[in-house]
């Protein structure tokens, strides 16, 4: 189903792959399977097939990523590869100046917002190797995620406010860009890709202008169960915190150079502190150049040691509210010339254009010539 938003777009559609023709992709399911057979190709030697395989990747907007892949692999240098090596490359370099020229005027582009679990294993997992998995779970879905213009092509799919290593996160956002909205089954699909410990939980279809998540991004919400035989002695340090208008803790760092122990600042990075059955529940803020280790302000804040705070869970961020989403006048793609130029190319005569300047309209046409002589 096609996103609400930009109407005066998605009307134009036809005319723009007039214009721009280039290949329309099926049903999401045939992409990874594709792929998977790109794969396949690639460890076997090459046979006349292989031009088959190539156009269904081309149908399926597939050959840059299928270029990326044979350029990673063993097959790159080798002899008998030679000629697909110079086709690939050239139908790859004609896809990608086809999505430079029409990548700000597709009204099918979008993006999409995701929600998702992170916790178990994955939990100690650097955002590097996450956000491939992510990228592979999404795209094994049959997701169209678009490519940057770079000159080596990356999938655009961002995670939100970053994770501390050991921390689960039970409502994290990621943001991917997409060349189409996706399948009603997309979630269901993603979900029987994704490994233990991954849950996607929810997707949003917002306009491509949209606002990341990241920048979004205003607080954390966070849990650390705690034992009720040590609540007790937790509590005075709780509540002289809550009542403090000022709060230092220590943290190593670097002081003209050399490391040393600062201390620094952080009553007002914590926004709310309670207690809860079974743990204590805290929200921080997310600001600007303020990246402190919500395991290391606790930890202050109750005078323990770091590695004493386990299984430490974000239970979600909260998201300011997207500005650009109430300004789609001014962030949508603007078509308004394009559509003058189509009428004014398959008119007659008999238009009338009105000069904002002047109040008397300006009739071109025949009746115009007519008058004159």
């Known amino acids: 189903?096609?996103?609400?938003?930009?109407?005066?777009?998605?009307?134009?559609?036809?005319?723009?792959?007039?214009?721009?023709?280039?290949?329309?992709?099926?049903?999401?399911?045939?992409?990874?399977?594709?792929?998977?057979?790109?794969?396949?190709?690639?460890?076997?030697?090459?046979?006349?097939?292989?031009e088959h395989l190539i156009r269904d990747l081309e149908k399926?907007?597939?050959?840059?990523?299928?270029?990326?892949?044979?350029?990673?692999?063993?097959?790159?240098?080798?002899?008998?590869w030679a000629p697909w090596r110079k086709r690939l490359e050239v139908r790859a370099g004609i896809a990608k100046?086809?999505?430079?020229?029409?990548?700000?005027?597709?009204?099918?582009?979008?993006?999409?917002?995701?929600?998702?679990?992170?916790?178990?294993?994955?939990?100690?997992?650097?955002?590097?190797?996450?956000?491939?998995?992510?990228l592979e779970v999404l795209s094994a879905a049959g997701l169209d995620i678009a490519q940057s213009l770079e000159k080596s092509p990356r999938p655009l799919v961002a995670l939100g406010h970053p994770l501390p290593l050991g921390?689960?996160?039970?409502?994290?956002?990621?943001?991917?860009?997409?060349?189409?909205p996706p399948g009603e089954a997309w979630l269901a699909a993603a979900n029987a890709a994704a490994p233990p410990g991954l849950t996607l939980l929810e997707g949003t279809v917002l306009?491509?202008?949209?606002?990341?998540?990241?920048?979004?991004?205003?607080?954390?919400?966070?849990?650390w169960p705690v034992p009720d035989s040590l609540r007790g002695s937790f509590e005075p340090r709780v509540s002289a915190f809550l009542q403090a208008s000022?709060?230092?803790?220590?943290?190593?760092?670097?002081?003209?150079?050399?490391?040393?122990?600062?201390?620094?600042?952080?009553?007002?990075?914590?926004?709310?502190m309670a207690w809860e059955p079974g743990g204590l529940a805290f929200t921080t803020r997310i600001a600007h150049g303020e990246a402190l280790n919500p395991a290391r302000l606790l930890a202050g804040v109750l005078g323990l040691e770091a590695a004493a705070i386990e299984g430490l869970q974000r239970r979600g961020v909260a998201?300011?509210?997207?500005?650009?989403?109430?300004?789609?006048?001014?962030?949508?793609?603007?078509?308004?010339?394009?559509?003058?130029?189509?009428v004014l190319l398959g008119a007659g005569g008999n238009i009338t254009l009105v000069d904002e300047d002047d109040d008397e309209p300006l009739v071109l046409g025949d009746e115009l010539l007519g008058d004159r002589d």
């Open 167 to 180: 921390a689960e996160g039970l409502g994290e956002w990621a943001d991917a860009t997409l060349n189409r």
């Open 319 to 342: 998201l300011a509210p997207d500005p650009r989403l109430k300004q789609q006048d001014r962030f949508a793609p603007k078509l308004k010339n394009i559509f003058e130029d189509a």
């Open 60 to 80: 399926e907007c597939l050959i840059e990523e299928a270029w990326a892949r044979f350029r990673r692999s063993s097959r790159f240098s080798q002899a008998p």
């Open 1 to 50: 189903m096609a996103p609400a938003f930009a109407p005066q777009v998605l009307c134009l559609r036809p005319s723009l792959r007039l214009a721009y023709p280039d290949p329309v992709p099926t049903e999401e399911p045939i992409r990874p399977q594709l792929l998977q057979q790109w794969d396949e190709a690639l460890a076997a030697p090459p046979d006349q097939m292989l």
């Open 97 to 134: 100046a086809r999505r430079q020229q029409r990548e700000q005027l597709d009204s099918d582009r979008c993006l999409l917002r995701v929600r998702y679990a992170r916790v178990a294993a994955l939990k100690d997992l650097h955002p590097g190797a996450f956000h491939a998995l992510l």
């Open 207 to 223: 306009p491509p202008y949209a606002l990341s998540a990241l920048e979004l991004s205003t607080a954390s919400e966070w849990y």
């Open 246 to 272: 000022s709060f230092e803790i220590e943290k190593s760092g670097k002081v003209g150079g050399q490391k040393t122990v600062k201390r620094i600042e952080v009553r007002g990075l914590v926004a709310a």
